[in-house]
Structure formats: structure tokens, C-alpha cells
């Protein structure tokens, strides 16, 4: 007896994607979630990171006497180094002296200016009109100048600490005017208030242990050669925004 031969049916459309429905959603795959919480990390961290950073009135006062004028390698890697130092949101003074100091520049820093500083480290024994007309250079009148501008910074609200790096290859006299160092720990006391910290850098043998004497005393000061410039700078923000 022969038996009629039964067709396989194929399986209806809605089977189909009845199954295709149950195949577990991407969210739920190991790798999907390894890749959301990586994105938020590179992208949260920076963000977590920058909102516990203190911002700081950075001031940057380099010597461009003619002693310190062969120093001009030197000059510009320090400058680029301290460009690197600051955050959006720091206060930037930036100033150069030799027989008299001045103020250039006194504003908050953009993140979109860093290449522009960068830039302009070219020009930093450049001396300024009516700079260097007199042969000397005036550590006192360089840190008279930036505790006036730190006065006039702190009243218009920018109360924050000070991290300030002054650049000096020696100190030679000024109509014939010895350096006051007694005056110059002073000025540095009243600069460092309130948390802030000082650095001098490049100094001459001589100079360096005569601030070294003067300072001994004096918390959160450092005297550096230009060879120790990078450890200096990466000490006096650290100390000022921790």
C-alpha cells in the first residue's frame, strides 16, 4: 500500500520573524557596553579633572637685559614650558624688565590663544620701548611692578593665588644702586600671600646664592638654574592649585 508523499510546508513569514525578534538586543552584548562606558570616560574624566582644577593669577616676568641676551635658547623653552602650565580660566600676566620693568600683558587666558603664546616665545629677548636704555637690571623693580599688578588683578575680583616665575640671569646695578635684599624678600612675602608660590629662575652662580640666603626662610619659594626650569615650573603650579 502505497502512502501519498507529504510536502514539507515551509515555516510562515511571521515564525520567521518571530524568531528574528528574539535574538537579544546589541545593548545586551559584553562588547556594547565595554564601548559606552569607555566613550564616557574619555569624554566625562577631562571634564570631572578640569572642574577640581584651581585656576591661578600665573605671572611670567623674564629678564631681557643684555646679560641674560645669550641665554635666548633657553629663554624660549622656558617660555613654551610655561605656556603649557596654564588653563583656561588662569589669570596671565606676562611681563619683562631690565633696568625698569613692565607689564605686556594682563588677561584670562583661552585655550585658543595657547598657539598664539606659543608663537610669540620667538620674540622673548625682544626688549620693549623703554627697556634697557639704562645698563643694569632691577630684580626690585621687576617684583614692584608685578605686586601692583597682583593688587590691581586682586581688586577686580581675581583673589586666587599667585604662581609666579620671574626669569633672571643676574642682577647688576642701576645707577650705581645695590640690590636691596631685605626688599626683596619682602616683596616676594607679600606676592606669595594667601597660598601663592615664587620661582626664580636662570640665575647667575652669585645671585642664585644670594636669594638662596635671603629666602632660606620663606615658604614656597624656589631658586632654579635654567637647567632645573621644567621641574620649577611643574613645582609652583602644583604647589599653587593643589
Given at each position: ?195 601663592g608660590a ?32 621644567l621641574a ?11
Amino acid at each position: 500500500m502505497k502512502y501519498p508523499v507529504r510536502k514539507l510546508s515551509q515555516q510562515p513569514p511571521s515564525i520567521l520573524l518571530e524568531k528574528v525578534e528574539k535574538e537579544p538586543p546589541l545593548w545586551k552584548y559584553s562588547f556594547t557596553w565595554v564601548c559606552a562606558v569607555a566613550g564616557v570616560l574619555l569624554l566625562g574624566v577631562p571634564i570631572v579633572i578640569d572642574s577640581f582644577t584651581h585656576r591661578v593669577n600665573s605671572a611670567f616676568l623674564v629678564d631681557v637685559s643684555l646679560s641674560n641676551q645669550p641665554y635666548k635658547a633657553e629663554l624660549e623653552k622656558l617660555c613654551h614650558q610655561y605656556t603649557e602650565h596654564l588653563v583656561e580660566g588662569d589669570i596671565r600676566i606676562q611681563g619683562k624688565f631690565a633696568d625698569r620693568a613692565t607689564i605686556l600683558s594682563n588677561q584670562e587666558f583661552q585655550e585658543r590663544d595657547r598657539l598664539s603664546l606659543q608663537n610669540q616665545c620667538q620674540q622673548i629677548t625682544t626688549q620693549p620701548p623703554g627697556i634697557g636704555q639704562t645698563p643694569g637690571t632691577s630684580l626690585i623693580d621687576a617684583l614692584s611692578r608685578l605686586e601692583t599688578e597682583i593688587h590691581h588683578q586682586q581688586s577686580q575680583g581675581h583673589t586666587q593665588p599667585v604662581a609666579a616665575a620671574i626669569v633672571i640671569q643676574s642682577a647688576e646695578l642701576v645707577n650705581h644702586q645695590q640690590q636691596d635684599f631685605t626688599l626683596i624678600k619682602s616683596k616676594i612675602e607679600s606676592i606669595i600671600q594667601k597660598g601663592g608660590a615664587v620661582t626664580i629662575i636662570g640665575s647667575s652662580v652669585d645671585l642664585q646664592n644670594q636669594l638662596s640666603r635671603q629666602l632660606v626662610s620663606v615658604k614656597n619659594t624656589q631658586v632654579c638654574t635654567y637647567s632645573d626650569s621644567l621641574a620649577c615650573l611643574d613645582w609652583l603650579f602644583q604647589t599653587v592649585r593643589k
